[in-house]
C-alpha cells in the first residue's frame, strides 16, 4: 500500500518528537485513524471518552512536560466539542495542535450532514494559525508550521483535513514555482532587552527597601533565577496561581499565592511594599496588586503585549525571563538590611500556623481544610497534581505546600470546570513512575470527571506508580459560585442552580475495578489518606464535605462585608450555619 497523506502527517508528527495523541473517532477522520493504527507502538493514539476530555488532555500534556500537546477529531460534532479545551490551551499559553476531520471537498458548500464552516470556528481559537489540507503536497508544510507556530507562540493550532484527502496517495511537493519545501526543528530564542534598560531597572531596585516579586508561569524555566534575585535584594516571592507548583514553597521567603484564593503574607507584601517586580505574568486582579501611586514597578514578559497590561509599569523589559532575571542579579546590590524579608518570613510562617488552626476547627460533616491540611503533610515527593476549578482550587492554593520535584496545573486564565482528571491522565502517560492526586469538586465530577475516570480504569495498569487519587469535595453544592452569588452580589444562594444531588463517587470507582474510600466524618480523614497513598490502584475518595466553610479573602474588604450581609437579611437558606462557619475561621486568624 502506498503512503496516504494520513501517513505521512502522522511521520511527520514523529518528526517533531510527538509520541501521543489524544483523539476520538468518527467517520470524518478515519483516514487519520487508519494511520495511526499502522505508525503505533512509535506513536500512541490515547482515547478519551469525550473530546472535550481529549483537548483537554492535551493541554495537560503541555502544560506538564512543556511539549506540544496533539488532539485530534472527527468533523462536527467532534470539531465542536474539542473547543473547551483548546481555549483552556490558548488562555494559559501552551502549545496544542488540533487536527480536525471535515467532509469531503466534493460537498463542502451544500450543507452537507456534520459539514461547518471549521476555519470560521476556529479562527479565534486558533487564530494564530487554521487552515485546510485541500491538496497532498500541502501536509508537509502545513504539520510543519502548526507545529512550530504552536511551539514558538505558545498558543493553539489547528489543521483541517477533508475526509477524501486523508486517504489520497502522498505527493511531496515538486520543484516548480510557487512550491514551498518545508523543515522540522525550532530553536526557543534566547534574548534580552537592552543592556541601559537593564541598567535603569538595576537601580529602580536598588533604590527600593521593601521589594516583592510576583511570579507567574512565565517562571516556569526561571525559578532558581527568581530565588537567585529575591535572595540578592531581600525580597518576598508571591505566586500567580499557574505557578503554585513552580516556585518551592519550602523556601522561607515565599508567600504563597496571590488573589482571592491567595495567603495573607501575599497580600500584605503588596499592600506594603515600595517596588514591585512582575514576572511572566498576566495577574488579572488589579485590586490585590500595589496601589501605583506608592509603588515603582518593573514587568518582565516574553510577550510584549503582556507589557504594563496589568499595572503602570514604569520599566517594561521585554526578555526571556531567565537570562534578563540574571542580568538583573549581576547588576544590582545586594542588600545588607534584611528587616522587609525577614517580616515577610515571619508573616508566612505565622500564616502556616493559621491554616493549621483553620483545618482544626469543627464543621458538618468535615472540615474541607482539614482534608487538604491532611493531604499536605503526606504529600509524596514528586507528586503531579491537577486541581480542577471550584471550591478545590481555594485550598489546593492556600493548603499544599509544594517542593521541588513536583508537578501540577490548573485551568488558569479560562478557569473551566472539568479539567482536573485529564490533566492528571495526561501527566500520568507522560510520569508513569510518579504518584498523582487530582482535586475536583462534585461540580466538576458530574460535567465531566465521571466520564473521564473511565479513562483512569482504562490505561492504569499500564503505569509504573500505580498511585492516582482522585480527591471528590461531595458538598452536594456549586459552592464556590455560592460564595459568590453571596458576597459579589449580596444575594442569597438559589438552591436551584446550586444545589447538586449526591453520588457515590466511591462505589462508582469501586465498579471500575479502582478503589473507592470514603471520608464521613473527622476522624476518617488521616486514616483514608495513608490508605489511598499505600494502594495498589487509582483511588476515589468520595469526601463529605461541609459547603458552609467559606473560601475567606486574605483580607475581607467593606464591600465583601455588604455583600456577605446583604445575603444573610435576604435570607439565605444556609444563614446561621455560615455565619457560625466564618466567625470560626475569623476568630482562628
Not at 42 to 51: F, K
Not at 100 to 118: M, N, P, V
Not at 282 to 308: C, H, S, T
Not at 504 to 509: E, F, G, L, R
Amino acid at each position: 500500500m502506498s503512503e496516504t497523506v494520513s501517513d505521512f502527517m502522522i511521520k511527520r508528527l514523529q518528526a517533531w518528537g510527538i509520541e501521543r495523541v489524544y483523539g476520538y473517532s468518527g467517520d470524518g477522520i478515519n483516514g487519520m485513524m487508519a494511520a495511526l493504527r499502522r505508525a503505533e507502538p512509535e506513536l500512541r493514539m490515547i482515547q478519551p471518552q469525550h473530546e472535550e476530555i481529549g483537548a483537554f488532555m492535551a493541554t495537560g500534556h503541555a502544560k506538564f512536560t512543556g511539549q506540544p500537546g496533539v488532539c485530534i477529531s472527527t468533523s462536527g460534532p467532534g470539531a465542536v466539542h474539542l473547543l473547551n479545551g483548546l481555549y483552556d490551551a490558548k488562555k494559559d499559553h501552551v502549545p496544542v495542535v488540533a487536527i480536525i476531520g471535515q467532509q469531503a471537498r466534493k460537498t463542502i458548500g451544500t450543507d452537507y450532514q456534520q459539514e461547518i464552516d471549521l476555519g470560521s470556528l476556529y479562527k479565534d481559537v486558533a487564530g494564530d494559525y487554521v487552515h485546510v489540507l485541500s491538496d497532498p503536497p500541502q501536509a508537509r508544510h502545513l504539520v510543519d508550521q502548526a507545529v512550530r507556530i504552536a511551539i514558538a507562540r505558545r498558543t493553539v493550532t489547528a489543521i483541517i483535513v477533508p475526509n477524501d484527502v486523508q486517504d489520497l496517495p502522498m505527493e511531496e511537493p515538486t520543484a516548480s514555482d510557487g512550491v514551498v519545501f518545508s523543515g522540522t526543528g525550532y530553536r526557543r530564542p534566547h534574548f534580552l532587552p537592552k543592556s541601559e534598560d537593564l541598567d535603569e531597572a538595576a537601580e529602580l531596585l536598588n533604590a527600593g527597601e521593601k521589594v516583592a516579586i510576583l511570579a507567574g508561569a512565565g517562571c516556569k524555566n526561571a525559578v532558581d533565577d527568581v530565588l537567585a534575585l529575591a535572595e540578592k535584594l531581600g525580597a518576598g516571592v508571591a505566586k500567580a496561581l499557574l505557578a503554585k507548583v513552580m516556585i518551592p514553597d519550602d523556601v522561607e521567603f515565599v508567600t504563597g499565592t496571590m488573589g482571592l484564593l491567595g495567603t495573607r503574607p501575599s497580600q500584605d507584601m503588596m499592600n506594603e511594599c515600595d517596588t514591585l517586580l512582575m514576572v511572566g505574568t498576566r495577574f488579572p486582579y488589579a485590586e490585590f496588586l500595589p496601589v501605583d501611586k506608592k509603588v515603582r514597578a518593573i514587568q518582565i514578559d516574553l510577550d510584549a503585549e503582556a507589557l504594563g497590561l496589568r499595572f503602570p509599569t514604569e520599566i517594561n523589559l521585554h526578555g526571556d525571563a531567565a537570562a534578563t532575571l540574571q542580568a538583573l542579579t549581576e547588576r544590582v546590590n545586594r542588600k545588607e538590611d534584611r528587616s522587609w524579608q525577614q517580616t515577610l518570613v515571619k508573616n508566612t510562617h505565622d500564616w502556616w500556623e493559621l491554616m493549621g488552626e483553620r483545618a482544626s476547627q469543627s464543621a458538618k460533616p468535615i472540615n474541607p481544610q482539614q482534608v487538604f491540611w491532611s493531604l499536605n503533610q503526606r504529600l509524596p515527593d514528586n507528586a503531579l497534581l491537577a486541581s480542577d476549578v471550584g471550591s478545590a482550587t481555594n485550598w489546593y492554593a492556600r493548603y499544599l505546600k509544594v517542593r521541588r520535584g513536583m508537578h501540577g496545573s490548573v485551568s488558569g486564565g479560562l478557569a473551566s470546570m472539568g479539567n482536573g482528571i485529564p490533566y492528571l491522565l495526561a501527566a500520568k502517560f507522560a510520569f508513569p513512575d510518579q504518584p498523582g492526586i487530582a482535586m475536583v469538586g462534585d461540580g466538576a465530577m458530574q460535567m465531566l470527571g465521571n466520564q473521564a475516570l473511565i479513562g483512569v480504569a482504562k490505561y492504569w495498569q499500564e503505569w509504573e506508580d500505580p498511585r492516582c487519587i482522585i480527591l471528590v469535595l461531595n458538598n452536594r453544592d456549586l459552592s464556590q459560585v455560592s460564595w459568590e452569588q453571596r458576597v459579589m452580589e449580596g444575594d442569597p444562594k438559589y438552591e436551584s442552580s446550586q444545589d447538586l444531588m449526591d453520588f457515590a463517587y466511591d462505589s462508582y470507582a469501586d465498579m471500575l475495578g479502582l478503589k473507592g474510600l470514603r471520608m464521613s466524618t473527622p476522624e476518617d480523614v488521616d486514616r483514608v489518606w495513608d490508605e489511598a497513598l499505600a494502594a495498589d490502584r487509582p483511588v476515589v475518595i468520595n469526601a463529605y464535605v461541609d459547603p458552609e466553610v467559606g473560601p475567606l479573602p486574605p483580607h475581607i474588604n467593606l464591600d465583601q462585608a455588604k455583600g456577605f450581609l446583604a445575603s444573610m437579611i435576604k435570607g439565605d437558606p444556609s444563614a446561621w450555619r455560615m455565619i457560625k462557619q466564618s466567625f470560626k475561621q475569623i476568630k482562628a486568624g
